[in-house]
């Protein structure tokens, strides 16, 4: 890959070797073209004649005043004999229109003189018939001209006539063209090596205004190679297409430079760019060329404002020692000075040599080289970033296996808790033979579950599911289990237990809503006390009732309102009978098919175990649950059968 720096000097040097051949082209050879620098004489509209007229000079540098109409006239002589060859005469450019006679027989014309149509910067080069070239006696060639366009030159003004080998003059046309399409080719790959960097990177705005700018000076300079003025393209569009791109090219290099160096555009910048915008959208209209040429005035003015934007730019950027800016004040140095001369040529002499265009070449391999500097800086230092991240990455990864280590300790030990504080019932209490099952979803639940003797015949117990799962309703769990011990050794009622509960919890809860189950077993009035609050109800199977059936009661959960008012409801109780106490997530467990297991299999599953004792059951249950999800369970599981012995 070849070093920055190294690139810079091949692209300067041939740079350089362009300026150098252009400027020293080869000379002419004067055997077979004389350069006809005397013996012109004019002769305006009136028929006045004035001798010794200068080409190469405009009219309106010698006196005349627009608009102006009239005829060059020189007599040149061929020997008798003369070089072989086809012959022709290059006038270069002419302003505005003319018509070219030999021995008054028509060459040719450029532009239409009746009716007036100009074509001021097409070339000149009309080709000479043999058989009109008088031998040893004078030859007249009349170029008759028109020009209306004020602050033109007029008439021949920008080269001295030469006569001669045509194909001469036309190789000398094509080699000036050469270097012009080298130059138009460069600008292309510019455009294309921008347009393909911005593609590949969106955010790079500098590329995609450098493009542009390449793009531009493209149409700016087609218009100006000889070979142009030959092919069939209307000269409308030509001066469009010339005067257009003339003017948005600079507005499209300070773009460039404001998106190079991450600038604002303040509101003086975007009144002179939107400007010079302007006056671009104004050459694309059918003006004629005295507009045209106010239009360039304006344009030069807005160039002079132009080019003081960018003193700011380059004055911060170079005091912050900012590469690219350095790199670019070349760029812009050398289009200053050859943009100069250009403009003292074109308004002294009309004699414009377009030094120019090797100056915005320039800048644009200053772009060019300013944004592969810019990528490359930011690629080592987002490589340096890379490698910092990698680090910091390492670094809090560590700390969070390490934080992940602690929590799951703590949630370990915090499961050890709950299940200490969650009873597992297995046995007997007095005249009752009970079964508990407990299944967090997670290392720890929602899920409440215990009981309190008050006596050796009433023994109480509560079943809570709080919303969710995970630390916060253990949480919620825990504060539970420590209010029912205490109201349950002063109130025996369980709906005004529920109401105790519902108050000290809505203080506290905000999400949390809790469904909850309270029973009572008074052993010596053989009752059965309950009440509901949101909870699922329980189930109660009697050998003397063929089908399980709910008890009824639903209520409200707890949490939801300040005040509730549960209901406690009473059954009698019968030897042999059985309760079944559940949280929903036995029958909302789902299927592979997403089918919930329902109330209705539970009830099934109980009908058909009412046999077993508790334990069997509830293993049976349990397993029936696992292989109908056939995965893991959505919800805390947990459920308590309770038979009367």
């Given amino acids: 890959m070849i070093p920055l720096r190294m690139k810079t000097i091949v692209s300067g040097m041939f740079l350089l070797c362009l300026i150098v051949s252009d400027v020293f082209a080869g000379p002419i050879d004067p055997q077979r073209i004389q350069t006809l620098n005397e013996g012109w004489e004019y002769y305006d509209a009136n028929g006045s004649k004035f001798p010794g007229i200068l080409t190469g000079v405009g009219l309106t540098s010698q006196g005349f005043e627009i608009p102006i109409r009239g005829h060059y006239k020189i007599e040149v002589a061929y020997p008798e004999s003369f070089p072989s060859g086809s012959q022709g005469i290059f006038l270069d450019r002419i302003q505005s229109a003319d018509r070219v006679y030999f021995n008054d027989k028509l060459l040719g014309n450029t532009g239409e003189i009746d009716p007036y149509s100009p074509a001021w910067f097409r070339s000149r080069l009309y080709k000479i018939p043999l058989e009109w070239i008088e031998r040893g006696k ?368 809505f203080q506290v809860l905000e999400k949390n809503f809790i469904s909850a189950f309270v029973c009572l077993y008074d052993l010596e009035k053989d009752e059965f006390r309950y009440s509901v609050a949101g909870h699922p109800p329980p189930v109660l199977l009697r050998e003397s009732v063929p089908e399980p059936e709910f008890l009824k009661g639903r209520g409200m959960i707890l949490g939801m309102v300040k005040n509730i008012e549960p209901t406690t409801y009473t059954i009698s109780l019968r030897t042999g009978d059985r309760f079944f106490f559940y949280t929903d997530g036995v029958t909302e467990a789902l299927s592979p098919q997403r089918e919930i297991f329902g109330e209705q299999r539970l009830l099934e599953v109980l009908k058909n175990n009412f046999s077993r004792n508790p334990r069997n059951l509830n293993e049976e249950i349990l397993s029936t649950v696992r292989s109908f999800s056939s995965s893991k369970i959505p919800d805390d599981l947990t459920y308590l059968t309770v038979d009367i012995l």
């Fill in 138 to 505: 004078p030859n007249v060639i009349r170029v008759e001209i028109r020009c209306e366009e004020y602050g033109f030159h007029c008439g021949i003004f920008r080269g001295i006539p030469k006569l001669g080998d045509f194909d001469e003059l036309k190789d000398t046309l094509i080699q000036e063209d050469a270097f012009q399409l080298v130059l138009i080719v460069l600008f292309l790959g510019v455009f294309l090596q921008q347009s393909i960097s911005y593609s590949l990177n969106r955010h790079s705005r500098a590329s995609i205004f450098l493009s542009l700018s390449a793009f531009l000076f493209v149409f700016w300079r087609l218009p100006l190679l000889h070979k142009v003025h030959y092919v069939d393209i209307p000269f409308g569009f030509l001066s469009r297409s010339f005067f257009f791109s003339q003017t948005v090219f600079p507005s499209c290099i300070l773009y460039f430079l404001y998106a190079l160096f991450r600038r604002k555009t303040g509101w003086t910048a975007k009144l002179i760019l939107k400007s010079s915008l302007a006056v671009g959208a104004l050459h694309l209209l059918d003006l004629s060329g005295t507009h045209r040429v106010i239009l360039v005035y304006v344009w030069e003015g807005l160039l002079v404002l132009l080019g003081i934007l960018l003193v700011p730019i380059f004055y911060t950027e170079l005091r912050r020692k900012v590469m690219e800016a350095m790199i670019m004040v070349g760029g812009v140095g050398l289009l200053a000075i050859f943009a100069i001369i250009d403009i003292v040529l074109d308004n002294l002499t009309g004699k414009n040599m377009f030094l120019s265009q090797y100056g915005f070449f320039a800048l644009l391999i200053s772009g060019a080289v300013s944004i592969s500097y810019q990528n490359a800086r930011a690629h080592s230092e987002l490589k340096k970033l890379n490698l910092t991240l990698e680090a910091k990455v390492d670094q809090r990864t560590e700390e969070l296996k390490r934080q992940n280590r602690v929590l799951h300790e703590e949630l370990e030990m915090a499961a050890n808790l709950q299940t200490r504080l969650i009873p597992r019932l297995d046995g007997t209490i007095h005249r009752l033979s009970v079964n508990s099952v407990y299944i967090p979803v997670d290392q720890v639940g929602g899920d409440f579950l215990d009981y309190h003797i008050l006596n050796e015949k009433k023994i109480m117990f509560i079943l809570c599911d709080v919303l969710g799962h995970g630390v916060a309703s253990a949480l919620v769990s825990s504060m539970l289990k420590v209010s029912f011990l205490e109201l349950s050794r002063k109130i025996e009622e369980p709906s005004q237990i529920l109401s105790e509960l519902n108050d000290r919890m």
